[in-house]
């Protein structure tokens, strides 16, 4: 079974920026459209940002425009999400989705057991 593993969660400080890496198994990463994803504690699960599968093309939930950049690299097989100065209310688990270029999670076929950012003074 093909799996999708988050990595780069932790404690940053408000302000700071760290990078989440969702490395996917198999070789057929490339042909797929990717997404992040995040749940906060006591709210649905929120839409963050996608890309299409060579990388063209990005699309981002607006209280991240500016602040977070999607990326990837189809020679590793991993996708990136830069996060920049970062807010209280980007505290979430985050997850990794494979197979959609959309905001709906529902159109996404495969998912990463999720990392935990927490944002803090």
């Known amino acids: 079974q093909v799996q999708l593993v988050e990595s780069g969660g932790g404690l940053v400080q408000v302000g700071g920026s760290t990078r989440l890496s969702c490395a996917a198994s198999?070789?057929?990463?490339?042909?797929?459209?990717m997404g992040w994803f995040r749940q906060a504690p006591g709210k649905e699960r929120e839409f963050v940002a996608t890309?299409?599968?060579?990388?063209?093309?990005?699309s981002y939930t607006e209280s991240v425009k500016g602040r977070f950049t999607i990326s990837r690299d189809n020679t590793k097989n991993t996708l990136y999400l830069q996060m920049n100065s970062l807010k209280p209310e980007d505290t979430a688990v985050y997850y990794c989705?494979?197979?959609?270029?959309?905001?709906?999670?529902?159109?996404?076929?495969?998912w990463g057991q999720g990392t935990q950012v927490t944002v803090s003074s």
């Open positions: 989705a494979r197979g959609a270029y959309s905001r709906n999670p529902g159109e996404y076929a495969l």
């Open positions: 890309i299409t599968s060579p990388g063209t093309g990005t």
């Open positions: 198999g070789p057929t990463f490339s042909i797929y459209s």
